[in-house]
């Protein structure tokens, strides 16, 4: 068959979580309603779990801002039957001493913290509002080859041969963004030499709609509510060797350990399904923007999970991105224009990166064995559970989601 070359004004590689959203996002703006957009995406999104089954190995903690944009991008009345779980408490302990912080939605004045999500049953209902929009051309699932710089445009290979153009591309494509090698930016990299142990487990008593986090000297537990009373999902940061171990051992015996490292909080803890682990990274590329290619998401910036907000982070780039693009549109700019690309990187690159260095920060000291340590981390953690204003203020802060 002759090979084709197809001519758009964006092209947006990747349609995961954040992808999907800054398509919905920007589709929705009125003066983009006849931009010629194509979303190329390797795989379609895995098969969420039935309504009678437990969630995935895949969930993300999304903040009140991150609901509020999905829902706005179509969401809304499909949210119910994701099953959301929406978590009211979160509750934070050391595990070398007696240091505690309590967050309390109640406290800071709003019905819950966050929602709990399977990741893949929302990948596929974001996928289902981009392929319902008959103004998008969709390549999925669909491999390329390459991107290269043209004149006046990027050309983007299809594995079939075929060709697309477009002065913008935005690289939604994961933290081993082949957009961001090609269009040469550069990334810093650090290597926590951790793993995170993902599984979902049944326990005694039910999580109350709490959040649930313990620091250990080999890095974070979490038990995460899901919308079952008493069934959790699973983040235990831990050694590589030691996650690897984890991950092998007999389930009994795996059991029995995930409960006694979570002090027997939720009582005896049963195994549902798989366990799985993952390389914990903190990457981030030196510019977010480079001559008509624009990173978001993972391609980006990818942090430690330790807070649960790398999607967060992600949904925030889709807002900054949409907003840059639309404004430098209504001034009568073209959308390849870099004004807009300047703008969004200047909203987003900073506070990525303060958060990336807080959460590393995070993680050394809680891993520190150094008594002194010890000692300060827990009259710190007490001296904030009691500052009443100031604990309040940042919850606050937080649940707004900043920028």
């Known amino acids: 068959m002759p090979k084709t070359s197809e001519q758009f004004d964006?092209?947006?590689i990747g349609a995961g979580?954040?992808?999907?959203?800054?398509?919905?996002?920007?589709?929705?703006?009125?003066?983009?309603?006849?931009?010629r957009i194509a979303v190329?995406?390797?795989?379609?999104?895995?098969?969420?779990?039935?309504?009678?089954?437990?969630?995935g190995l895949r969930v993300s903690a999304l903040s009140p801002e991150s609901v509020s944009l999905l829902q706005a991008?179509?969401?809304?009345a499909k949210?119910?039957?994701l099953r959301p779980a929406p978590y009211a408490d979160m509750r934070v302990w050391d595990a070398d001493g007696t240091g505690a912080v309590h967050f309390s939605a109640k406290a800071a004045g709003v019905e819950s913290l966050g929602v709990l999500i399977e990741n893949a049953a929302l990948q596929t209902a974001l996928w289902q509002q981009v392929t319902q929009d008959s103004g998008l051309s969709i390549y999925a699932p669909q491999a390329w080859t390459n991107l290269e710089r043209g004149l006046g445009d990027w050309c983007l290979t299809l594995s079939d041969g075929n060709a697309l153009h477009a002065p913008l591309v935005i690289a939604a494509d994961g933290a081993q963004s082949r957009v961001r090698e090609l269009a040469g930016i550069a990334v810093a990299q650090r290597d926590y030499h951790q793993r995170g142990v993902v599984c979902t487990v049944e326990h005694e008593k039910p999580h109350e709609a709490t959040a649930w986090q313990r620091f250990l000297n080999t890095g974070p537990l979490a038990f995460l509510p899901t919308d079952h009373p008493q069934q959790s999902s699973i983040v235990w940061t831990l050694p590589n060797e030691q996650a690897q171990a984890y991950c092998a051992m007999p389930v009994a015996e795996f059991e029995q350990a995930l409960a006694q490292a979570f002090e027997h909080k939720l009582g005896a803890v049963g195994l549902l399904g798989e366990r799985a682990s993952f390389p914990l990274l903190a990457q981030h590329?030196?510019?977010?923007?480079?001559?008509?290619?624009?990173?978001?998401?993972?391609?980006?910036?990818?942090i430690h999970p330790l807070a649960g907000q790398g999607v967060n982070l992600?949904?925030?780039?889709v807002a900054a991105l949409v907003d840059a693009l639309v404004a430098q549109r209504k001034a009568g700019l073209p959308w390849a224009h870099e004004r807009a690309q300047r703008q969004y990187s200047r909203a987003r690159r900073g506070h990525n990166g303060l958060m990336m260095h807080?959460?590393?920060g995070f993680d050394l000291l809680f891993a520190s064995e150094l008594p002194a340590l010890r000692v300060l981390r827990n009259i710190g953690m007490k001296a904030f559970e009691k500052s009443g204003l100031v604990k309040q203020h940042i919850a606050q802060t937080a649940l707004q989601g900043r920028r």
């Open 17 to 35: 979580l954040v992808g999907s959203a800054f398509v919905l996002r920007l589709r929705q703006q009125a003066v983009a309603r006849d931009l």
């Open 73 to 76: 991008a179509g969401l809304h």
């Open 79 to 81: 949210w119910p039957q």
């Open 40 to 55: 190329v995406e390797r795989s379609l999104p895995p098969t969420p779990a039935a309504a009678n089954e437990h969630w």
């Open 10 to 12: 964006m092209i947006v």
């Open 285 to 302: 590329a030196e510019h977010y923007a480079c001559d008509g290619v624009v990173l978001i998401g993972d391609a980006a910036h990818s």
């Open 358 to 360: 807080a959460m590393s």
């Open 314 to 317: 992600g949904f925030l780039d």
